[in-house]
């Protein structure tokens, strides 16, 4: 992509109005060109018939339009999977093609761009929300942005082996997908979610769900064959689900057995402050506990 306008846009929640403002001017400031132009509809309006209408339209003109590079949700929480329906993928295909960053509500969105454009995404952190803080991970975030149009975007984050996963025998490639969790189970069986994942190096985090709930969804992962022939999956952070560490290990022991293929951790993603940017559709290697990814020239 050559360098464009960065739009902001609120296909989920409503952001936090003074955070957000704050942080587009520090973007702004550091040389990006940054448009935003709030809904102004509520937490409960936006789930409405209007307030999907709204919402749609303003994701809609942002991929339509030939001055945007990137597209940046201000905030996550929900409501992205009834836009998936609304929008002209025939007439996306061909047009250029636009990266959309975020995560959590967002990753709907990202699968969907994926499966039917083959567009890639950014997972990376949302201006809009308390979880956006001034730190490396956003000083990161904001050397992507800046380099678009010159370098390919790339990254890194750190891995832990999961106890009782399938051993790794050398370097690990593939193609990397994720985000969160529930929302891309309840994206199985629909068009906005690939059918099989041969030679993808998955990555998945959450919040607010309990160890159950999260068994339960992989279960679904499972029987419906999507993990055949993965390369292997990174479970990031789990916030808000577990009552001490230990059942959150014990969770991951137990998705790790079920898995066939190597499973690691990783603290360095999720709903957490420090949530380090992953390209979804980026070609990544793991290797010495660390995973490596990179878009190539065009994708990015």
């Keep these: 992509m050559t360098n464009k306008l ?3 846009i609120e296909p989920c929640g409503p952001p936090v109005a003074e955070l957000l403002d704050r942080h587009l001017s520090m973007l702004r400031k550091a040389g990006l060109d940054v448009s935003y132009e709030s809904l102004g509809l509520s937490t409960l309006s936006r789930l409405e018939e209007a307030g999907v209408l709204a ?4 994701i809609s003109d942002a991929l339509h339009s030939d ?3 990137i597209i940046l949700s201000a905030r996550g929480g929900y409501g992205a999977s009834d836009l998936l329906s609304r929008i002209d993928w025939e007439r996306l295909a061909g047009l250029e093609r636009k990266c959309l960053v975020g995560f959590s509500d967002v990753t709907a969105l990202q699968s969907g761009l994926f499966t039917v454009l083959g567009w ?3 997972h990376a952190p949302m201006p809009g929300s308390p979880l956006w803080q001034n730190g490396a991970t956003i000083t990161n975030l904001i050397n992507l942005l800046s380099a678009e149009g010159r370098d390919p975007w790339s990254g890194n984050i750190k891995l832990s082996p999961v106890t009782g996963s399938k051993p790794m025998t050398g370097p690990i490639d593939g193609q990397l997908f994720g985000g969160c969790l529930s929302v891309l189970s309840n994206l199985i069986g ?3 979610l690939p059918q099989r994942f041969s030679r993808h190096i998955l990555f998945f985090e959450d919040t607010g769900e309990t160890a159950p709930r999260i068994l339960r969804d992989w279960r679904q ?8 022939g993965v390369r292997a999956v990174v479970f990031g952070q789990f916030t808000e689900c ?3 560490l230990a059942e959150a290990r014990w969770l991951l022991a137990k998705l790790a057995e079920r898995t066939p293929c190597p499973v690691f951790s990783s603290t360095d993603f999720g709903h957490i402050e420090n949530n380090t940017p992953l390209g979804i559709g980026a070609e990544a ?5 660390e995973l490596k990814w990179h878009f190539q020239a065009d994708a990015s």
């Design 6 to 8: 960065i739009k902001v």
């Design 55 to 58: 919402r749609s339209a303003q």
């Design 67 to 69: 001055e945007v590079g």
């Design 120 to 122: 890639s995404s950014l």
């Design 190 to 192: 629909t068009r906005y």
């Design 221 to 228: 992962w499972l029987d419906a064959g999507l993990l055949t």
């Design 242 to 244: 577990f009552s001490d």
């Design 285 to 289: 290697t793991i290797d010495e506990n």
